[in-house]
C-alpha cells in the first residue's frame, strides 16, 4: 500500500472505531497533537479515542484525505456527534464529563499523519479555536479546560 492508502485504512478504522486493528498500525514511538493540551502517546489516544466513540455513539468524523507530500499524508476532518454516555478524559486530566444528550460539531480542521514505514509515526491536527476539545466541551454546555 502507499501511504496515502495506508492512512486511508487509519482514517476507516478510527471512523468505525477498530482500535485494536488501528493500534497495530502504528509505531512505538506514535504521537497526537493538536486539539489537547498537549501531545500524547499511542495508548493514551486510542484510549480517549475509544471513549469519545463510546461517548458520541454516532460520532462522524468527516474524514478527507487531500494529498501526500514525501512521508506526510495532508487532509481535513471535521468531527460532529451527540453525547449520549459519559466521556473519560481522565488519562489528559481532564476526568469524566457525564452525559449531556446535547449535539456538537467542530469546525473543519488540517490534518497531517506521517507514515514511517509501513506505520504512522504522527498525527498533528491544525487545531482552530472553534475546532479544539474545549470548543466541543464548550458545544456541550461543560465548561472548557485551559490548556
Do not use: C
Not at 499524508?73 to 449520549?84: E, P, Y
Not at 456538537?104 to 514505514?117: D, E, H, P
Amino acid at each position: 500500500m502507499n501511504k496515502r492508502e495506508i492512512v486511508q485504512v487509519l482514517l476507516d478504522g478510527v471512523q468505525k472505531g477498530e482500535f485494536k486493528h488501528i493500534e497495530t498500525m502504528l509505531t512505538d514511538d506514535f504521537q497526537f497533537s493538536g486539539p489537547i493540551p498537549a501531545p500524547i502517546n499511542a495508548a493514551i489516544w486510542l484510549n480517549m479515542s475509544a471513549s469519545m466513540k463510546a461517548a458520541f455513539p454516532d460520532l462522524h468524523y468527516h474524514f478527507k484525505v487531500i494529498g501526500t507530500e514525501g512521508s506526510v499524508v495532508r487532509g481535513t476532518m471535521q468531527m460532529s456527534g451527540t453525547h449520549h454516555a459519559p466521556f473519560d478524559l481522565s488519562a489528559v486530566d481532564m476526568g469524566l464529563i457525564p452525559a449531556t444528550h446535547k449535539t456538537f460539531s467542530a469546525a473543519i480542521q488540517k490534518i497531517k499523519i506521517t507514515v514511517t514505514g509501513e506505520k504512522i509515526s504522527s498525527w498533528v491536527v491544525e487545531s482552530t479555536d472553534r475546532g479544539d476539545l474545549n470548543a466541543v466541551l464548550g458545544q456541550l454546555g461543560v465548561t472548557p479546560v485551559s490548556s
